[in-house]
């Protein structure tokens, strides 16, 4: 009995190592799982950094930009900066068109009324008439020329076809002033919708990037992104001068177009008292 007790006794001894080695091998299995976290984690932070370091080093600039974008909004912006150097180009040709009609206008009426027979004045000017209120009264002083009968009469209805003259030849300077605002306003009214859709052809490109390289990293969708939103940017670059040039100048032509609807009707006044 004692050595059946004893046998028990020590196996009982001989359990109580075995089983604290298994509880150990258990928690040990159990903290595997924080491991192969810690791992995970530590990859993620790794692949965060290199994206980081790869989007810190890309070259956003301008010129890298469009060098980078499709042939689709390459053709965008191109026809943008084409767009936005022509509006300039109008702009410069206008104001300076603008500036000598106003000083001419100021040195014709100064001849005007400065009491010079108006025959002398014509026959001065009627070759070669330099500015819109010369070839206005050039046309008026023609169609009453043309009036008179060699005995001196006139023909019934001359006032009538000196302001039919003169109304056509204000017609004329009119568009001549006016010729190429409605490049401005199209310019102004188009050029934000044309770099709207420059930018959605680049996201949609971007988009397509991504789902077929599976990286949503920065590195990959931010240099697609700016290179869209560059089309938007020239797109507003050319339409708010533009804009802004049409409403100046076509308030400059209708000025001047009033100048000039002023003198016709002074020079009709004059030339009706004739009639009296």
């Known amino acids: 009995m004692r050595s059946r007790r004893m046998s028990a006794a020590d196996t009982e001894v001989f359990a109580f190592p075995l089983s604290s080695w298994y509880i150990v091998a258990l928690m040990r299995r159990e903290k595997r799982p924080f491991r192969f976290e810690a791992r995970a984690k530590d990859s993620l932070q790794a692949m965060e950094t290199e994206t980081l370091a790869a989007a810190s080093h890309a070259d956003f600039t301008l010129i890298a930009l469009f060098f980078r974008a499709s042939i689709t909004v390459q053709l965008v912006m191109i026809s943008l900066i084409v767009a936005s150097v022509w509006v300039w180009a109008v702009t410069f040709t206008k104001v300076k068109m603008f500036r000598g009609a106003r000083a001419n206008a100021t040195a014709f009426d100064a001849a005007f009324w400065s009491g010079e027979p108006l025959d002398e004045l014509y026959d001065r000017i009627a070759d070669a008439p ?10 008026g002083m023609t169609e009453w020329r043309r009036s008179l009968r060699d005995d001196g009469a006139l ?9 039919r003259s003169m109304d056509v030849a204000i017609a004329r300077e009119s568009e001549r002033w ?3 605002l409605g490049f401005l306003a199209t ?25 077929i390289s599976g990286n949503t990293s920065l590195a ?13 940017g020239l797109g507003l670059l050319a339409a708010i001068p533009a804009v802004i040039i049409y409403n100046m100048l076509s308030a400059d032509a209708e000025r001047l177009v009033g100048g000039l609807e002023g003198f016709a009707d002074e020079f009709s006044t004059l030339l009706s008292r004739q009639l009296d």
């Open 130 to 139: 330099n500015s819109a209120h010369e070839r206005v009264f050039v046309a």
């Open 220 to 232: 990959t969708v931010a240099p697609g992104i700016a290179e869209a939103l560059l089309a938007t």
């Open 155 to 163: 023909i019934p209805g001359v006032q009538q076809r000196v302001d």
């Open 187 to 211: 310019t102004g009214s188009a050029a934000p919708f044309v770099g709207l859709f420059g930018t959605v052809w680049g996201i949609m490109r971007s988009f397509q990037e991504i789902a």
């Open 178 to 180: 006016t010729h190429g």
